[in-house]
């Protein structure tokens, strides 16, 4: 046993965490922006040591990767378990650590808890593993553990509904826990995995920010907890309870981004790991989408659809996607989840020729499954009652119920049923659902699900697939591992989707997210949109249709055809390019910058979702651009503007070159326009 003060420096591109152990399981002493090389972590481990006081015990117990209550740790302890009844108390000491794993042990109680550390992209990745050698229950067991910034004012973290996701919300940082836990078996509308600490005076550009991202799809918690002593802990974890007993436990990757450029060096660090490190791409192109989903609903019409195909294929689309409602008797959601077999009664040819159509035409073809899930009224259900999960006198959602996944013989069933319909068609991606959330949270389930994807994954590695959930329920670095798209929302009315789109940025970048071309008389919110508005807001992520092209007009088929085809000029920079969230004086705009992976390009997207309360358009400031470059600017879609704009603002009649100082200091002065309109800027790099 090693009681001498020991030091440990883990750096990832732009932050750096310091770590020292005097025996017992390490702690943070330093965690943020990159230290220089040379830095004396021994020293810093001496700086770092705070004073006690009157009033309080002779030394502050430490705050380590994994704080423990027999060590007179007073918050929230990292692991909380159980054996035969009685609480354990660990104390564990450092056995082994190689700067990157620390092995610690409580030989009483036969205990190893083994925390290490990767870098992954310009994150720092932590993992925490409890081992037993005697069965155990565990209710809590945090990944690493680090210290929630002394100089942060807010946690922000994130709550949202069914076409509302990602409602960003602040707390103060005061004494006691704040806790957001999701307890149904899934990341959630409700509680996606996902806070940020911003330190006083931060913004979406500027400023120190911390970042956590809990790369779980079945639940997890997190405490943000200031202690009695001032200091503050943040912990990530499963949903507590959610694991039956057992010797071995694991938590989820916890990400850890810091910024010194506001949200947005976090934002970027975790958009740039979604796309380069975490999702598997079989083809790096993006291609425009058409869902039928809110064209027809249940009701498949081979006609119909071939007609419909048609016409989104000459409006620029190159992937159909068949939503619900082609297997089983499934007229309504109220049967055949589980029978994943063609309706002849819709489909009395099949598929196949349906699909032959859309290749035919120059498209991909797409297929909606929820493998998860069970109607009562099903006859998978019938023959199986035994595989549905949770009490038979539960709550239903959307009349459906959930498959029990730790079973081997549901997953096979499972596997079955998919591999079939992917042998046996020219099915490139899968739009997968999950429209409830469990009876109760299991860790079990997730593990099964996980399994089922990568078992398909492997024998299928060229389809695609898009994690969908109600929207965006299921949305993590977890099932993003598996899958290759997120549903961000069910809501395609572009006014809400500019904020959502906007707020996921914080987490996701463009070539994940999907955004579809909604009706033109919305079916979640009744509003009714500008064709070039619905088609602006789609073109800032994954675009695609989801409206019956019978519907348009000429002049909204053009635009909507023109708007496709900027898109496709585009996407191939976009899709590797840095979304970077834009401050705004006025607090109706809400505006993105899209800045290519190498500098020399950049689109802004500004839209104005609310009615100014100042007259004249305030100036928009850009950001992450060269000082003393100057760049070219142009309004892509100045032939937007309304009669109501008469003034001369010099975008509405040519190109501009200005320094990129000028940029970022003064920013762009716009045209008026309505609410619920986008103002596309395109800019070069002179
Ligand atoms: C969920 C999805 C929708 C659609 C329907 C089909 O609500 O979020 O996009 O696929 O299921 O039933």
């Given at each position: 046993m090693n009681e001498t003060l020991q030091t440990w420096r883990i750096d990832a591109p732009g932050q750096t965490l310091v770590l020292s152990s005097t025996g017992g399981v390490p702690g943070a002493v330093y965690w943020g922006s990159a230290l220089p090389a040379g830095e004396d972590l021994v020293a810093l481990s001496r700086a770092s040591v705070m004073d006690v006081t009157g009033g309080m015990i002779d030394a502050l117990p430490p705050l380590s990767l994994c704080p423990e209550a027999a060590r007179s740790f007073d918050g929230q302890p990292g692991l909380v378990a159980y054996r035969g009844g009685q609480p354990l108390y660990p104390r564990f000491r450092m056995e082994q650590a190689d700067g990157q794993q620390f092995t610690c042990r409580d030989h009483d109680l036969g205990l190893a808890l083994v925390i290490t550390f990767e870098v992954l992209g310009d994150t720092l990745v932590g993992t925490t593993r409890l081992e037993a050698e005697e069965d155990l229950t565990l209710h809590h067991l945090a990944a690493p553990v680090v210290p929630g910034p002394q100089m942060g004012a807010e946690i922000v973290d994130f709550a949202g509904r069914w076409i509302g996701e990602f409602q960003p919300q602040s707390s103060r940082w005061r004494p006691g826990i704040h806790m957001r836990e999701a307890r149904m078996g899934r990341s959630g509308h409700e509680h996606p995995p996902l806070a940020y600490f911003p330190e006083m005076g931060a913004t979406n550009t500027q400023g120190t920010v911390f970042a956590?991202?809990?790369?779980?799809?079945?639940?997890?918690?997190?405490?943000?907890?200031?202690?009695?002593?001032?200091?503050?802990?943040?912990?990530?974890?499963?949903?507590?309870?959610?694991?039956?007993?057992?010797?071995?436990?694991?938590?989820?990757?916890?990400?850890?981004?810091?910024?010194?450029?506001?949200?947005?060096?976090?934002?970027?660090?975790?958009?740039?790991?979604?796309?380069?490190?975490?999702?598997?791409?079989?083809?790096?192109?993006?291609p425009v989408h058409y869902n039928c989903w809110e064209a027809v609903y249940f009701d498949h019409d081979p006609e119909v659809l071939r007609d419909i195909a048609t016409r989104v294929a000459g409006l620029g689309a190159e992937r159909f996607v068949l939503d619900d409602g082609w297997f089983g008797r499934r007229d309504d959601d109220t049967s055949s989840l589980g029978d994943w077999d063609i309706d002849p009664r819709k489909w009395p040819e099949g598929l196949t020729p349906f699909i032959d159509h859309v290749e035919a035409l120059g498209m991909r073809f797409g297929l909606w499954v929820e493998p998860e899930m069970v109607n009562l009224d099903s006859n998978l259900a019938r023959a199986h009652p035994e595989w549905i999960l949770g009490p038979s006198d539960q709550i239903e959602g959307r009349q459906q119920r959930v498959l029990d996944l730790s079973k081997q013989g549901v997953r096979d069933y499972l596997y079955r049923k998919l591999a079939t319909l992917l042998a046996n068609h020219r099915i490139d991606y899968l739009k997968w659902?999950?429209?409830?959330?469990?009876?109760?949270?299991?860790?079990?389930?997730?593990?099964?699900?996980?399994?089922?994807?990568?078992?398909?994954?492997?024998?299928?590695?060229?389809?695609?697939?898009?994690?969908?959930?109600?929207?965006?329920?299921?949305?993590?670095?977890?099932?993003?591992?598996?899958?290759?798209?997120?549903?961000?929302?069910?809501?395609?009315?572009?006014?809400?989707?500019?904020?959502?789109?906007?707020?996921?940025?914080?987490?996701?970048?463009?070539?994940?997210?999907?955004?579809?071309?909604?009706?033109?008389?919305?079916?979640?919110?009744?509003?009714?949109?500008?064709?070039?508005?619905?088609?602006?807001?789609?073109?800032?992520?994954?675009?695609?249709?989801?409206?019956?092209?019978?519907?348009?007009?000429?002049?909204?088929?053009?635009?909507?055809?023109?708007?496709?085809?900027?898109?496709?000029?585009?996407?191939?920079?976009?899709?590797?390019?840095?979304?970077?969230?834009?401050?705004?004086?006025?607090?109706?705009?809400?505006?993105?910058?899209?800045?290519?992976?190498?500098?020399?390009?950049?689109?802004?997207?500004a839209g104005k979702a609310a009615a100014s309360s100042q007259i004249v358009p305030r100036p928009l400031r850009l950001t992450g651009l060269v000082a003393g470059t100057r760049y070219r600017i142009k309004l892509t879609n100045r032939g937007d503007a309304h009669h109501l704009s008469r003034g001369t603002p010099v975008l509405k009649s040519e190109a501009l070159e200005v320094s990129g100082v000028y940029l970022m200091n003064h920013g762009l002065n716009l045209p008026w326009s309505f609410p619920d309109r986008m103002w596309v800027i395109e800019g070069t790099k002179l």
């Open positions: 956590m991202h809990y790369g779980w799809s079945g639940g997890h918690v997190m405490y943000a907890e200031e202690l009695a002593d001032g200091r503050r802990q943040i912990q990530w974890g499963h949903a507590t309870g959610t694991r039956p007993s057992g010797t071995v436990f694991r938590t989820a990757p916890l990400y850890l981004a810091v910024s010194d450029r506001g949200m947005n060096g976090c934002a970027t660090t975790f958009q740039r790991l979604l796309r380069d490190h975490v999702v598997q791409w079989p083809a790096p192109q993006r659902d999950h429209n409830r959330l469990l009876p109760i949270g299991s860790a079990a389930q997730t593990e099964g699900v996980y399994a089922l994807l990568n078992d398909l994954r492997s024998a299928f590695p060229e389809v695609e697939i898009e994690s969908c959930a109600s929207g965006g329920g299921r949305i993590d670095a977890g099932i993003l591992s598996l899958t290759q798209r997120v549903w961000l929302s069910d809501s395609n009315d572009a006014s809400e989707r500019l904020r959502i789109q906007h707020d996921a940025a914080l987490l996701l970048p463009m070539a994940v997210t999907g955004s579809h071309v909604g009706p033109r008389d919305c079916h979640t919110s009744g509003r009714v949109h500008d064709i070039r508005f619905r088609a602006w807001v789609a073109a800032q992520r994954h675009m695609g249709f989801e409206m019956d092209p019978r519907e348009l007009s000429d002049d909204e088929a053009q635009v909507l055809t023109e708007v496709t085809q900027w898109w496709k000029d585009n996407r191939d920079w976009m899709q590797r390019a840095d979304i970077l969230r834009l401050d705004s004086g006025d607090p109706s705009i809400i505006a993105e910058q899209q800045l290519a992976e190498d500098g020399a390009q950049f689109v802004v997207f």
